[in-house]
């Protein structure tokens, strides 16, 4: 029986910075090692695998695309690779891959397949703000998107809300960068104003941004947060 190759989930920088100012060297020679990818985007996964290991020759990348547009039927054959003994790469746009990244539906294929997964160290922009916010690390929730409407967004913010203070639970959550600042404003608008906010933006990059204060302290306070990507935490006792 022919040796089954592994499935490396493959963190990637969080924005333009060097790789190896931010990832493991082992990251690097993984890379080196591995021919076959599921990636978010190819072009932006080249160019991140041939930045971190100019060398490698790019025809011989074997590069399945997994987004929103891919039929399931065909994803459900991109470890077939493992089966052959190649080992191969899950690499997502930013950051971790799986992690608020449609990659966890591979990674739920190779356990189903008896893949061995090998997580690698990387930048996790929600494990980081976490981190940094001074909030409640021991008890939190990461929500993903809230909902786009307006009227439904402020209702789904006092939810949070209260399920923070109920449960001594900081709620984690992210928006599309160029929605950032409206996203802002209803927090301001809708949050009562002892609750602690945490605004985490562009973590890693020489811009970091990461505050935490009470909403009364944020609207003294003028802050651009248009099209940086951004982690909003609230934490209400």
């Not at 966890?104 to 494990?127: D, E, N, Y």
Request: net charge positive; glycine share 4%; charged share 25%.
């Amino acid at each position: 029986m022919s040796r089954v190759g592994k499935l490396y989930l493959i963190p990637t920088t969080l924005g333009d910075n060097e790789p190896l100012e931010v990832l493991p060297i082992s990251v690097k020679k993984v890379i080196e090692k591995v021919d076959h990818y599921i990636v978010e985007n190819e072009k932006s996964a080249r160019r991140f695998i041939k930045k971190i290991s100019p060398r490698k020759s790019q025809p011989s990348l074997h590069i399945d695309v997994l987004d929103k547009f891919t039929d399931e039927f065909e994803s459900a054959h991109y470890l077939d690779a493992c089966s052959k003994g190649y080992n191969v790469g899950l690499v997502s746009e930013a950051g971790v891959p799986a992690i608020a990244d449609p990659g966890a539906l591979i990674v739920q294929l190779a356990h189903k397949k008896g893949i061995k997964v090998v997580p690698m160290v990387g930048p996790s922009s929600i494990t980081m703000a976490m981190m940094s916010s001074g909030l409640n690390g021991q008890n939190f929730a990461f929500n993903g998107y809230l909902p786009i409407d307006k009227a439904e967004r402020k209702r789904y913010i006092k939810q949070l809300e209260k399920l923070s203070s109920d449960k001594d639970q900081s709620q984690l959550f992210i928006e599309t960068p160029y929605r950032n600042e409206k996203m802002f404003t209803d927090l301001l608008q809708t949050l009562s104003a002892n609750t602690q906010l945490c605004i985490a933006a562009d973590i890693t990059l020489s811009t970091e941004y990461i505050k935490t204060q009470s909403v009364q302290d944020w609207k003294k306070e003028k802050v651009s947060l248009h099209k940086r990507p951004a982690i909003f935490i609230l934490h209400k006792k």
